[in-house]
């Protein structure tokens, strides 16, 4: 028996997702800016591209299946753009406190949200044709490995966000 696919909850997930993704640009975008000036600024901008252009990956899916990218979208995208310039995770943009490690649990969250879609469609590859099952994994993969750099500036900065320095 063959599957048949179910296009308006397969487009509206890969839209939930877009809008996501487009959060996601904005929050590595702040996280680029907080981090500015660190050793650990140009992982945050590397990150950052990735995310965007990993934004365009979805869009591009989106349209390639067959799909429209919501007009709703687009308005919850600039609603989230305006956000992210007031970076609501750190708005101090300071690099060193609580809120910076809210931010970096928050970033990781995001890059693994992205990697469950690409993980769905995995799966979904199974029976949907259209879908390039190792390019899916592959950017399983990519999301893995952004994932990791998130989490590896968090425990390379966590001791001393977390202890006490006196002052002097």
């Known amino acids: 028996m ?3 696919l179910d296009h308006d909850k397969y487009s509206a997930y890969l839209n939930q997702h877009l809008v996501a993704a487009d959060a996601g640009v904005k929050a590595f975008k702040a996280a680029a800016d907080t981090w ?7 992982t945050f901008e590397r990150l950052h591209d990735e995310l965007a252009e990993s934004h365009s990956t979805v869009a591009d899916l989106i349209e390639d299946l067959g799909y429209e ?3 709703a979208r ?5 609603l989230v753009q305006a956000a992210g310039r007031l970076n609501p995770l750190n708005p101090t943009r300071n690099h060193d406190g609580l809120m910076t490690q809210t931010e970096l649990d928050a970033l990781a969250a995001a890059v ?3 990697q469950m879609m690409w ?4 799966v979904l590859a199974d029976v949907d044709e259209r879908l390039d099952k190792a390019f899916c ?5 990519r999301c893995e490995d952004q994932r990791a750099r998130v989490v590896q500036v968090s425990e390379a900065t966590a001791v001393s966000r977390f202890t006490v320095h006196p002052h002097g």
Do not use: D, F, H, K
């Not at 500015?36 to 140009?42: D, I, N, Q, S, V």
């Not at 993980?119 to 995995?122: F, H, I, S, Y």
């Open 74 to 78: 687009n308005m919850v995208a600039g």
């Open 2 to 4: 063959a599957v048949e």
């Open 36 to 42: 500015a000036g660190t050793p650990y600024a140009a």
């Open 137 to 141: 994994q592959s950017m399983v993969e």
């Open 69 to 71: 990218v919501s007009t």
């Open 112 to 114: 693994r949200a992205q």
């Open 119 to 122: 993980e769905t469609l995995v």
